[in-house]
């Protein structure tokens, strides 16, 4: 099996290092090296090449077929969904949650104001529970929304949970659970057999 015609797409952040410490596991070469700001790696016999990109583009570059695969989030996928690809595995790493918190482990009394960066997973999940939300969209620095009075909760990410205690902030309900997951364009899935062959050697 060569795998000169395959490139991966990885989101970068940890799911990159992720990807980097299950594909050495693997006995795979890694290509990216650390200090370089290089963020494509062309294809050899005997590894993929490597697209680096921002998470939310991942699917994106797999559906228009420029990467055949991509590793990301199932956090990302959900949050930005796109039926042009095939979720193929689940990586099992870059386990996480997300939560709804606030200061107090208790359910929002009424009608409330929560930040969050997943407006279309909150939304999906406060529609379910029949309960009114205004949504305050944020990138990042969720934590401080209930500290500086922009939101009393949070919809955010949480994984040992030491940012929220560090900002005395309480889960009160999990939204959904989220890992690493490898997706694949899907016409180069039913024609490119090496697509398969990567999926084995890193979910073996
Ligand atoms: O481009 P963008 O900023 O969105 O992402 P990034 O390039 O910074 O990537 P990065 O490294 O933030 O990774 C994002 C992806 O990693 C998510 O889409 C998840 O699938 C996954 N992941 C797993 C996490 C975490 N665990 C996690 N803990 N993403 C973010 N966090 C954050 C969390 O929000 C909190 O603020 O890490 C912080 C520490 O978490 P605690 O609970 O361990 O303190
Ligand atoms: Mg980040």
Redesign the pocket.
């Known amino acids: 099996m060569t795998f000169s015609n395959v490139t991966v797409a990885v989101?970068?952040?940890?799911?990159l290092e992720g990807t980097r410490a299950l594909w050495v596991q693997r006995g795979l070469t890694w290509p990216v090296d650390a200090e370089s700001r290089k963020l494509w790696f062309s294809p050899n016999a005997l590894r993929p090449g490597m697209l680096i990109a921002?998470?939310r583009d991942i699917p994106t570059l797999v559906a228009m077929g420029i990467a055949d695969l991509g590793v990301v989030?199932l956090?990302?996928l959900e949050e930005h969904p796109n039926s042009q690809i095939l979720q193929v595995a689940d990586l099992k790493f870059?386990?996480?949650r997300i939560v709804l918190a606030g200061r107090e482990r208790q359910w929002p009394a009424g009608p409330t104001r929560i930040a969050t960066k997943y407006q279309r997973i909150a939304q999906a999940y406060f529609s379910l529970h029949h309960h009114p939300v205004e949504l305050v969209p944020l990138s990042?620095s969720l934590?401080l929304a209930p500290v500086i009075g922009l939101a009393p909760y949070i919809v955010?990410?949480?994984?040992?949970?030491?940012?929220?205690r560090q900002h005395q902030l309480v889960e009160i309900a999990t939204v959904m659970e989220?890992s690493?997951r490898l997706i694949a364009n899907p016409s180069h899935w039913r024609t490119k057999p090496s697509l398969e062959a990567v999926r084995q050697i890193l979910t073996a």
């Open positions: 989101a970068k952040g940890r799911i921002r998470a989030g956090d990302v870059g386990a996480c990042g934590e955010d990410i949480v994984d040992t949970g030491n940012t929220l989220s690493a």
